[in-house]
């Protein structure tokens, strides 16, 4: 990284230093090439060169009908125009901002012959006005490319990850994808990642946008970690998995919340607000706004809901023979008893009924029909991926993995 500041560093230098004689000569070699990209003989699926071309904005309160009408078609015309081409354009949807070029005779006095409207960068559609009236889309074709990343975290992961030329907003989707084995706001200043995706592209050259990831790497607490998402057989969306295939989450979330404060632990003598007494508690308090969501920590079936004056209104889930979870105080309940939930979904918002200073969760935690700290627990971690899947994970993977670990190496050699 360092270096290469060091070398962006002298060519400016040099370029500053540079005498005016070798700057014009530096702009007279590169003039002709612009003028080659400026003027190309075909576009559209026309050759310009036969005709007058006019490029332009849609202007607010402009339609097709204006526009032919300040080319001196006639009222008869242009409703003739708009009958034959409405199946296939849509008249009323040229908005304001968009451009579109104009074909013209090279006639004495110019006629409008063809006008292409481009409504994004995905394509354009083609009105022809000449003998037979007509109209139709062009699409550019979309290509993929795929692309390798690796740098150190240098401040936050989002601006990092931009620092090397990719997306920002791919921080957040992997903070998702590995929230189960990094804290991403633990990173250390020079820790290293790579990330490898698929780009999206129109006509080769317009840059679109992330279309998928196709694997990550993490330096974090001094442990290599990688991730790569597989769509294993009847799943509708791809779950991450290690280099081992070992799935890279937990039975158990780390909280029913997604941002809190801890504000009372599990404790067998701790002095009770309300109460004003001392006396155990059997839970977790996380403390969060009014209203926030609240996730059950791991998938499995509601066996209770309901309302006592000490728990106010409360969900109690049944994961498997082992553990069984309950949360209290919610303001309300957005689950039935036998109903099936998935990890992370939400089952309730944050409330402070029942005996509260304020709103919170107090999550509670049984293991074997005791309840236990979920914070002291070891808990099991999913299944590994199942062993049929595994050798094509393995070999999907094998050229990722290789093109992330070449992407650091090259990193580190810099
Ligand atoms: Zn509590």
């Not at 409207?117 to 009236?133: H, K, M, N, T, W």
């Not at 250390?188 to 694997?215: C, H, P, Q, W």
């Amino acid at each position: 990284m360092k270096s290469y500041q060091l070398i962006i560093s002298l060519f400016l230098v040099i370029f500053i230093s540079c005498s005016k004689k070798e700057k014009e000569v530096a702009i007279a070699e590169a003039k002709p090439k612009k003028e080659a990209e400026i003027k190309p003989e075909f576009a559209y699926g026309f050759s310009l060169n036969e005709y007058h071309v006019e490029r332009d904005t849609i202007e607010r309160g402009d339609n097709l009908s204006l526009i032919l009408a300040r080319h001196n078609y006639d009222a008869t015309e242009i409703h003739d125009i708009v009958a034959k081409v409405k199946d296939s354009f849509d008249v009323r949807k040229m908005k304001a901002g968009k451009a579109f070029t104009l074909l013209k005779s090279k006639e004495t006095i110019p006629k409008l012959e063809v006008l292409i409207y481009e409504p994004d960068q995905a394509g354009f559609q083609v009105l022809d006005f000449r003998d037979s009236i007509h109209a139709y889309t062009v699409n550019y074709p979309v290509s993929y490319k795929e692309k390798t990343i690796a740098g150190e975290i240098n401040g936050s992961l989002s601006a990092s990850i931009q620092n090397e030329g990719l997306d920002p907003g791919l921080a957040a989707a992997l903070a998702k994808r590995f929230a189960w084995t990094i804290d991403f706001f633990k990173f250390e200043r020079g820790d290293k990642f790579a990330i490898s995706v698929r780009e999206k592209y129109i006509n080769d050259s317009i840059y679109v946008g992330t279309e998928e990831i196709l694997g990550a790497y993490f330096e974090y607490k001094g442990k290599d970690v990688y991730g790569f998402p597989y769509k294993r057989a009847g799943e509708n969306e791809a779950q991450f998995f290690d280099e081992n295939g070992q799935q890279m989450r937990t039975m158990f979330l780390k909280s029913p919340l997604k941002y809190f404060t801890i504000t009372s632990k599990f404790s067998k003598n701790r002095f009770h607000p309300v109460q004003k007494r001392f006396k155990a508690h059997n839970g977790t308090d996380y403390a969060a706004p009014h209203g926030t969501p609240i996730m059950t920590t791991a998938s499995g079936v509601v066996i209770e809901t309901g309302r006592t004056s000490g728990n106010g209104n409360y969900v109690k889930i049944k994961h498997d023979g082992m553990y069984t979870t309950q949360y209290l105080h919610m303001s309300k309940i957005l689950v039935r008893r036998g109903q099936s939930v998935a990890q992370g979904q939400t089952i309730g918002k944050v409330g402070s009924t029942g005996l509260a200073t304020g709103p919170h969760v107090c999550y509670r935690f049984w293991k074997n029909g005791v309840q236990v700290d979920p914070l002291k627990q070891k808990l099991p971690t999913s299944l590994i991926m199942d062993k049929s899947d595994l050798p094509n994970y393995l070999a999907q993977i094998k050229p990722i993995k290789k093109a992330i670990d070449d992407k650091i190496q090259e990193k580190l050699e810099n």
